[in-house]
């Protein structure tokens, strides 16, 4: 009895894997629905699991309240993230910015009010060591998140990043202080950023590690199904 032939080409497997396993390289734009919000609940989040390459929303200084936007994004582990509102187009970004991390349980994590380089717009980079959603905020220079316990990443004024280094850097955010006449419209652009948990997608290696398996058992098969039964 001969064994079947199974024909396969590498070339299309490789690719199938590929999609079966998914791809990142779907980036999307998030616009700001209404108020997004400036609590790690009342944070706007994103529907599906694609990359985020950046937010756009509005922070309304004249209406009393608006000071802070808040956005649900999801790290991966060992993946590193930027968020920046310095390398906009005109039409966005034209006020002193800051920018803010927290992680899943409000806690502050890295936070920036002037680039060293570009100022008064904002930078901020993190590796996460485990895979989360994080949050983060938006605000005019001077507005300043806090926790039960004070300021969570007390004086920004002439730092690069820093870390929940304040009064408050211990406990997770629960509002706002100060107020502040900066804000308009706003674009944050951002890398390693994505709207949901991400699934792990194998090395190019391992992907031609397993079509050549897959090669050398057809190879097997042929040579089973030309000896005689």
């Known amino acids: 009895m001969k064994m079947k032939t199974i024909r396969i080409s590498l070339l299309a497997l490789a690719s199938t894997m590929v ?15 209404g108020d997004a919000g400036k609590l790690t609940t009342t944070a706007q989040t994103s529907a599906g699991s694609g990359a985020i390459d950046a937010i756009r929303g509005t922070l309304l200084t004249s209406s009393g309240d608006d000071y802070a936007d808040i956005f649900r994004i999801y790290l991966k582990a060992g993946s590193g993230f930027s968020a920046t509102t310095t390398l906009s187009s005109f039409a966005y970004n034209n006020f002193d910015t800051s920018l803010f991390l927290f992680n899943s349980a409000g806690l502050g994590v890295v936070a920036n009010d002037d680039d060293p380089n570009v100022g008064p717009t904002s930078t901020i980079g993190y590796t996460s060591a485990t895979s989360d959603y994080y949050y983060l905020a938006i605000a005019g220079a001077g507005y300043t998140p806090v926790s039960a316990s004070g300021a969570i990443f007390g004086n920004l004024i002439g730092q690069d990043q820093v870390g929940p280094t304040g009064m408050g850097g211990a406990d997770a955010l629960s509002n706002w202080i100060s107020v502040t006449s900066e804000g308009d419209a706003y674009e944050i652009q951002l890398s390693g950023a994505y709207a949901g948990p991400q699934a792990d997608v194998p090395e190019p290696a391992s992907l031609a590690l397993a079509a050549l398996g897959l090669g050398a058992l057809r190879a097997s098969r042929r040579r089973a199904a030309r000896r005689p039964a």
Do not use: Q, V
């Open 19 to 33: 999609l079966a396993f998914g791809n990142s390289a779907h980036a999307a734009l998030i616009t700001e629905i």
